[in-house]
């Protein structure tokens, strides 16, 4: 074992040595967490490379799955909207037939018409029998509820219950097992009112699942992914349907293809989608075509609707490359970082060594001064001087020397002031039994001591002046010898002895604060207060003398008598005013309360009050307000004013109303005096008027919510809006305050304007109608106005308060009646309307009107070619281009069926109306939408013919010769060629 002379070398060398350790130890520990984490981050490397593809796959057939969802809902549209167009125009048929055939032939004629639909109807009386089926004869005669599906449903008895109640019955179910298993169908129903008969129609679903379904896989094979990789289709019957690009019809065995290990990957994927929806799945397959096998990761979804499988797949080869490189790379950062490492540990070494080298020579120095310093505080009483050691321990060795260095000079000088002490002492004694007598003597109270037998030793000259004796013969004599008569205070002579002196004598107890008055020998009377002290002989068994002080209260007591006197008064005049008060001094703790503070509180008068006592019969809700508003006053002098609630014993509550002063007597006895009411009753009427304007409150806040008011001045400026406006309308209360309700109407033009209204009120009546306006977002809405004049106190109109009620959902219902669901345009319903009471507008105003039929040119064979969907597109587009034509509040655009469609305008003769079917002729072309199959050009087109006619000659005309006329003359377009313009004439 190492043996050392000196401390600061030992200290020294195991430092360094301990740095030594530590740092090697550090730096290995270091080398292996390295170690460890490039281990780790290879491993994670690689599985990262392989999750990231298997994301990138996956979110690939996750997109196709988007799109299949899409398909889905679209085809579900289509289906609704074929059940539902076809519905309207049955339905229609039968209305319009109601009022001249008889019900069967109704029925024969809608099964007549059904022979050209994609869907089948069916026929139900108001009792539930099934008149007559399309597409199961074997119906007809039966009751709804006798007909069941493969679920166990009765679907034409639900849909008969929904029809019968209003709602356009919808639902979906299964047909009963036919020889070639179950089918789906969607049918809908509804009650018609003319004919009474609940007419329906049904389609069978998989027609459009299966054109769905081959629409998709076509689509599929086609769409190319990223990365060079295509979409796999396959369906759980052992079929693909697309490999590669390309798309097998008909579809191919899985057989067909196997990886090169032998195994046929699709069929493991169908074995493992069989129970699950989606799987990844991992095989060897070349690249290229006689190629090296590769491994492949794959992503497989499945969608048992459509009975199909579909995904695709990446190669992960190069996976392993893109590992190698990067765990180079990683390794010879690892290599430079412990280079750096060494280098730093090193230095931080060399650093140690110095320091602890530095720090044994502090050592060695300190050690030298506190030896130095201890020798000095030892021969000369002097302190070690700490700042000037380095180490904290020297210094808590020179505190405690130092310590004792002053507990020896503490103890020299005690000694000494003991002595000077004791000198002191007998010095004061001496002296202090002649302050007492100066100050016995100079005393403002009247100061008596007595013997054990009541022989008066001394007395003061304020006391002999006090009792009106002199100042000779007194002492050695007792006070009944003096013809001194005391009094109680209830003024009851208690004869020459003086009370509290008699009992303090008896009992040996102190008297305190005792009141006594005095019948002194001149007649007059003095009021005391007396204060007794017993003095006991030396072994404590007997009182020996008494020591009484006398405090004259005489004018005290006079005033007291007469305050007395004022407050019964004030009592009184309190009862009568319901009001009570209350006075405290803090500084003597006297407290005063009136008769009614008891009454008002509820408290039994006399009862001993503080402020404990008194807080808790107020009410738990204000109790630590006024606590703090009490507290407030005695403390910092700061007045107050309120109310609080108390509860008596009963349970009763009462409100009081309470204010509370400080001032200062002249005395300088600080007083605090307070007043309190009874406000109870007026809490109450309060509470009760409280509730009534909050109840009216109330309901103005519930019509300002759910009422649509406005209010305006005599310049139809708005003044005053409800939320339910705002709401409504889009607008906040700022922007609608000084607009005009023309502001915000869809038109401006619209009858009757916002002038019109305003001058009808404004000569005192009231006016009622429906209006077209439109929100800040620009959507329309309509409401049902009634708008009254207000009056000033004169009885003159100063403004109109309007109230609406929103009826757009109304307005949209009888628009949808009139409106055709997919192009958007005037319907067939609306077409017969709306001639007629053109006809007799323009009659009256002798005008030209103009009626055109459109068809649109070889739409059959545009339907054959390119699908139903891309039909009914041509036919949106169509109605939207002749739509954006007829601008005018006169025009109107119609769709009469299929895709035959009606165009109705005023005010312009046979030129100029072949001029403006020419701008629309000529745009319907210019939508280049292709179509092979029209002979007239290579796009969608239409061919025209109408009539134009002066009403104001030819008076007698009717709805049936324009149609006749305008038919005639689009036969005549088609024969010539089509995509042309036929006018008739007629002026």
Known sequence: MLKFKNLSEQIFLSAFIAAVITVITVGLLWLMDINTKLSEETADLKTAQINSRKELIKSQVDEIRTFIDYEKVRTEKEIASVISNELNSIVYLISELAEYETKDKLVSSALSLASGFNTKIFIIDAEGTILAHSSMPELAGKHVSSFEDADKRRPYYILFNDAQKGFRANIRFNNN???????EISASAFHDQNSGLIIG??????????????????????????KGGYLIVADFNGYLHANFGTYYDPPLYFEKFQDSTGAYPYLGIKE?????????????????????PLQKVSYFAADRELNAIYGTGLYIDDIEAVFEAEKAIRVQRTKDSIIKTVSVLFITLLIIAIIARRVSEQIKRSFGSFMLFFERGRDENVKIEQDELFFNEFKILAEYANRMIEERVEFEKTLEEKHLALQKETTEKQESEKRFKTVISVMREGVLIQDGTGRIISINASLRQMFGIGDTGIIGRTLESLGLKFMDEDNVIAGSFCPPIAECRKNGKPSVDSIIGLHKPDGSSSWFIVNVMPLFTDNGDKVDKTAATFSDITTRKELNDELVKTRASLENAQTISNIGNWEWSPDTGNLWLSKMFYTIHGIKEGQI????????????????RIRKLLQDLARKDIPFETEYKVVSESGQEKWVYAKAVTSVLNNGEKVITGTIQDITAMRKAQQELKQAYAKLNEYVEIIDENVIISETDKKGFITSVSEAFCRISGYSKEELLGKKHNDLKYDRNDPPTADDIRFI???GEKWVGEVRNKRKNGELYWVKATVSPKFDANGKPVGMLSIRQDITDRKKVEELSLTDELTGLNNRRSFNAVLNSELKRVRRDSKYLTFVLIDVDKFKEFNDTYGHTQGDMVLKSVSHCMKSFMLRSSDYCFRLGGEEFGLLFSGLDTEKSQAFLEKIRSAIENLMI????????????????GICINLSKYTKTDIDTLYKAADEELYKAKDAGRNCIFLKTAD
Request: charged share 25%.
């Open 177 to 183: 097992p036919q020889p070639s298993g179950t089918y």
């Open 201 to 226: 129609v049904q389609a069978d679903r998989n027609i459009f699942i299966n054109i769905m379904r081959d629409n998709i896989f076509r689509t599929l094979a086609s769409r190319k992914l990223s």
């Open 272 to 292: 493992i989608l069989e129970k699950e929806d989606t799987t990844f799945y991992s095989y060897l397959y070349p690249k290229h075509k006689g190629g090296k």
């Open 609 to 624: 009050l503080d402020l404990d006592t008194f807080l808790a019969i107020t009410h738990e809700n204000d109790r630590d």
């Open 761 to 763: 009120v404004l000569t």
């Open 930 to 945: 292709e179509h092979k199959g029209n002979t007239a050009s290579k796009f969608v087109t239409a061919s025209f013919g």
